[in-house]
């Protein structure tokens, strides 16, 4: 995406080339994507993005997608397509964050940040320690406190690359399977899974 963002045809062709798939670049990746995270999203269901992830699933690689920051239980897409890992965000307290999406589609949470607080008293801002550009007098990279369900899907799927370098053959079903079970997260909130924490 660029400084004025992008399209559903955009993303799922970026998707398809990390995945390993003939896209409109007529190029693929030397070795593709075990994990692909999406921080990014909004409202609208997108045929094409899920007939994307269902490919890119079947190729192997494990989608995962920021769940949305609009403090709604309105389904925010790619996020709450089928077959994508939906990540919504909770505070250094384990609370649902203030401003996380919820709902039916939500699957598992991560520390998404706070910047309002400084709850453990660091002297720092709860949010998520992130690179960044500094556009102001030229394009800078610095380091800077974040917040959003964009900070919390790489947690995500940083854990499930992870877990892909020790057992390649995992699978995008694998990991729901295990999520579902419980194995992989702390039960937060109701038992079971629930729309704040989804299975945690």
């Known amino acids: 995406l660029g400084p004025f963002g992008g399209d559903d045809f955009d993303i799922g ?16 990746p030397a070795k593709p994507a ?3 995270n999406l921080s990014l999203g909004g409202p609208g269901f ?25 403090s709604s ?24 964050a203030f401003y996380t999406n ?16 400084d709850r453990n008293g660091d002297g720092f801002p709860d949010g998520v320690l992130s690179t960044h550009i500094d556009e102001t007098g030229g394009e800078r990279f610095v380091s800077r406190f974040l917040q959003g369900t964009s900070m919390a899907a790489p947690h995500v799927a940083g854990v499930f690359a992870l ?6 053959a995992l699978s995008p079903q694998d990991i729901d399977n295990l ?9 937060l909130g109701a038992v079971g899974r629930d729309n704040f924490y989804g299975h945690g």
């Open 73 to 96: 239980s309105t389904p925010s897409y790619p996020a709450a397509l089928s077959g994508v890992v939906s990540v919504s965000a909770v505070n250094i307290e384990r609370e649902p």
């Open 46 to 70: 997108s045929a094409f993005l899920a007939d994307v992830v269902d490919d890119v699933r079947a190729a192997g690689t494990i989608v995962v997608a920021a769940a949305g920051n609009e």
């Open 102 to 117: 919820f709902g039916v589609t939500i699957d598992v949470a991560a520390p998404g940040g706070d910047t309002r607080r």
């Open 163 to 168: 877990m892909r370098s020790v057992n390649p």
């Open 13 to 28: 062709q970026a998707m398809l080339y990390a995945a390993g798939l003939p896209n409109d670049s007529g190029e693929v």
């Open 179 to 187: 999520l579902a079970s419980g194995v992989l997260t702390d039960d």
């Open 34 to 36: 075990d994990v692909i």
